[in-house]
């Protein structure tokens, strides 16, 4: 029997050392669910946010197989895990992702010095009530807002940054998730207006904002694409880890 575990205090050793942000979401009751097979004494927890789930201490096949519906992004904490994901899905694709360090010490002078660089015709909004509705006009942009379950939730704690132009969101920085300290970055642009340096814009806006605010603007990248322009922002690499694609 799988249950949702409300006391998350319950786990905090199982993910102890895993610096995730999305983790932190669960763990602090700010996003996601925490599902465990027992609530008194858990040794096994599967966190779940968004589309990711990250799996930690004993490996466990109900935990595993019962997925939630859709894509899932399964993390695993070990190799151990990893083969259990793969057992119970084989058609899964193993990916390597790249974590980004979470002490960046960023140049601001640089940050608007970006934000200047945006090109005429386009234009620099946050993310409000009328923005969000956007957002979900196009896939490349629904993730910006999609995590946070509601625009009344997205608006009080999300955070995002879009770049418009002819009243369309062509690209855009927000956060995908939201935990205490601060967001995890989702950052994308519309097929026909890339390489435009129109993420680098409205990343160096959002960071600010972040700063701005005390939040920490977090960055887990996707491919090496994804860390060059975290590089680029002041970020650092810090080192790879496998995931799966489960759909």
Same mark, same amino acid.
């Given at each position: 029997m799988i249950y949702e575990i409300e006391d998350t205090s319950k786990v905090k050793e199982l993910?102890?050392?895993?610096?995730?942000?999305?983790?932190?979401?669960?763990?602090?009751?700010?996003?996601?669910?925490?599902?465990?097979?027992?609530?008194?004494?858990?040794?096994?927890?599967f966190a779940f946010v968004g589309c990711f789930g990250f799996y930690a201490g004993e490996p466990n096949r109900e935990l595993v197989f019962n997925k939630p519906d859709?894509?899932?992004?399964?993390?695993?904490?070990?190799?151990?895990? %990893? &083969? +259990? @994901?793969?057992? $119970?899905?084989?058609?899964?694709?193993?990916?390597?992702?790249?974590?980004?360090?979470?002490?960046?010490t960023f140049d601001v002078k640089m940050l608007r010095k970006e934000i200047n660089k945006l090109p005429d015709g386009y234009e620099l909004k946050k993310i409000d009530a009328g923005i969000y509705d956007q957002c979900f006009e196009n896939p490349a942009t629904e993730d910006f807002v999609s995590a946070f379950g509601s625009k009344e939730k997205y608006l009080q704690i999300g955070r995002g940054m879009v770049i418009t132009k002819n009243g369309t969101i062509v690209s855009g920085a927000s956060s995908y998730t939201?935990?205490?300290?601060?967001?995890?970055?989702?950052?994308?642009?519309?097929?026909?207006?890339?390489?435009?340096?129109?993420?680098?814009?409205?990343? %160096? &806006? +959002? @960071?600010?904002? $972040?700063?701005?605010?005390?939040l920490y603007p977090s960055w887990d990248a996707q491919n090496m694409n994804s860390v060059h322009l975290a590089e680029k922002l002041g970020y650092e690499f810090d080192h790879e880890y496998i995931a799966y694609e489960v759909v």
């Open positions: 993910y102890d050392g895993w610096q995730e942000t999305l983790i932190f979401s669960c763990m602090q009751n700010v996003m996601g669910k925490i599902y465990v097979t027992d609530l008194e004494q858990p040794k096994s927890a859709g894509f899932v992004i399964m993390v695993p904490q070990n190799e151990k895990w %990893a &083969a +259990l @994901i793969e057992e $119970c899905y084989p058609s899964s694709k193993r990916v390597t992702r790249y974590a980004i360090k979470k002490d960046t939201r935990y205490n300290e601060g967001i995890e970055i989702e950052v994308d642009t519309v097929e026909p207006e890339r390489r435009k340096h129109l993420a680098t814009i409205a990343c %160096a &806006a +959002l @960071i600010l904002n $972040c700063l701005d605010e005390g």
